[in-house]
């Protein structure tokens, strides 16, 4: 085994505490302890992270169902943070909606505002009103206002129409 000492310090008492320490080491589970790979990790130890990642409220960890939702959240974390402020950061926090960002330009508002349209397929309740309205105001930039937001719910259905063809005849005498 090649030693990871300098040649200066190779000498017998450093080479045993290294050797030592090489098998101390590679007893241990490291996967345990690596943060890049969340889908190791216990349910404990991704709420530390969640924590570490500023990642518990609305900015994402709310909205996590699955074990797979929140490790994938936590793999993310840095590069959802990078856009933080963005229209693409509301975007991606809303990826199971479809929405429209409307800046004050498109609408003739006034500076700094913004509208959000909604589009759903299902229809909202008030908790998942409340987590859209709160996940946008996470993510928005902090000096926007937003001005309304409307949903649309596209409800696909059978329509049934019932048709009556009504055909008299006049009969004079």
């Not at 990642?53 to 169902?65: A, K, Y």
């Not at 936590?74 to 229209?87: E, M, Q």
């Not at 950061?89 to 929405?99: A, W």
Request: hydrophobic fraction near 35%; proline fraction near 2%; charge should be positive.
């Amino acid at each position: 085994m090649t030693s990871l000492l300098p040649a200066n310090m190779q000498d017998d008492s450093n080479l045993a505490l290294e050797n030592c320490m090489d098998k101390a080491f590679s007893e241990i589970n490291l996967k345990n302890f690596i943060t890049c790979m969340p889908e190791f990790l216990s349910d404990e130890i991704l709420l530390e992270e969640a924590k570490m990642f500023h990642v518990l409220g609305f900015e994402g960890w709310q909205r996590c169902s699955s074990k797979q939702e929140k490790t994938t959240l936590l793999r993310n974390a840095i590069r959802n943070h990078r856009f933080k402020g963005t229209v693409k950061s509301i975007k991606t926090s809303l990826s199971d909606t479809t929405i429209k960002y409307l800046s004050w330009q498109q609408y003739d508002g006034q500076p700094n505002h913004f509208k959000i349209k909604v589009f759903t397929q299902t229809p909202l309740n008030s908790t998942s009103y409340n987590k859209i309205l709160n996940t946008i105001t996470e993510y928005k930039r902090l000096s926007s206002k937003m001005d309304n937001i409307e949903i649309n719910t596209m409800i696909q259905d059978r329509l049934c129409l019932n048709t009556t063809i009504l055909v008299s005849r006049k009969v004079i005498i």
